[in-house]
């Protein structure tokens, strides 16, 4: 699975933008896809989850209510919509994904990761 991460920019607090993620190769139904970010310095740490299959979905406390997580089977296409951005959310997002059917939030979990595309919130 090649997964690749597009959408980000440098926008305003309290602005919206939507990330997407592209998957090309074998995409199972029993496939969990995710969001990261991270600072300079600082672990990658969990944004959100979707399972492939149902759509359930999870989000870091962080974010939760602010960003929405979504897919497009049809366009193999993972979505984080993200509204009322803050400073605090400027970071390097990543795509992740992972074989099974549990919305696990660690890094280490991940098999396939994207290349990050950079979110700048100025304040």
């Known amino acids: 699975v090649q997964l690749q991460a597009f959408g980000g920019g440098l926008v305003q607090a309290g602005d919206s933008l939507r990330l997407s993620c592209a998957a090309s190769?074998?995409?199972?139904?029993?496939?969990?896809m995710a969001w990261f970010r991270q600072i300079p310095g600082k672990e990658r740490d969990f944004v959100a989850a979707i399972s492939w299959s149902t759509a359930n979905y999870y989000y870091a406390e962080s974010v939760q209510g602010r960003f929405t997580i979504s897919r497009d089977n049809a366009k193999n296409t993972v979505y984080l919509q993200m509204y009322g951005l803050k400073p605090d959310d400027t970071a390097v997002y990543y795509c992740?994904?992972?074989?099974?059917?549990?919305?696990?939030?660690?890094?280490?979990?991940?098999?396939?990761w994207g290349q990050g595309t950079q979110v700048t919130v100025s304040s």
């Open positions: 992740a994904a992972r074989s099974g059917v549990v919305l696990v939030t660690m890094q280490e979990e991940y098999d396939f």
């Open positions: 190769g074998r995409i199972d139904s029993d496939t969990i």
